[in-house]
Nanobody, 113 residues
């Protein structure tokens, strides 16, 4: 059973930055990994995805502001978030892509002045 632990969230002002981290209880070599987010009252959405050869894909609204990266051993995935906006406020989760693992607890990101 894969376990996911997200961290790095917090309260930040608009225009600020955060770096999220996710540790995976196993190697992630050969697995596509993604960051998702869920804002209050909204469905969970895929924010960024990284393939095994580190090809990336982003939600249009975060392109140019967010950067996803990964370490295969030990398993970890990161999300550098710059130029944050209030609409980025959400709980952020990592998971494989397409999602098959159980969800972790997520990490809350709040962008507010």
């Amino acid at each position: 059973q894969v376990q996911l632990v997200e961290s790095g969230g917090g309260l930040v002002q608009p225009g600020g930055s955060l770096r999220l981290s996710c540790t995976v209880s196993g190697m992630i070599f050969g697995i596509y990994i993604a960051w998702y987010r869920q804002a209050p009252g909204k469905q969970r959405e895929l924010v960024a995805r990284i393939t095994t050869d580190r090809s990336t894909k982003y939600l249009d609204s975060v392109k140019g502001r967010f950067t996803i990266s990964r370490d295969n051993v030990p398993g970890a995935v990161y999300l550098q978030m710059d130029s944050l906006k209030p609409e980025d406020t959400a709980v952020y989760y990592c998971n494989d892509c397409p999602n098959t693992w159980s969800w972790g607890q997520g990490t809350q990101v709040t962008v507010s002045s």
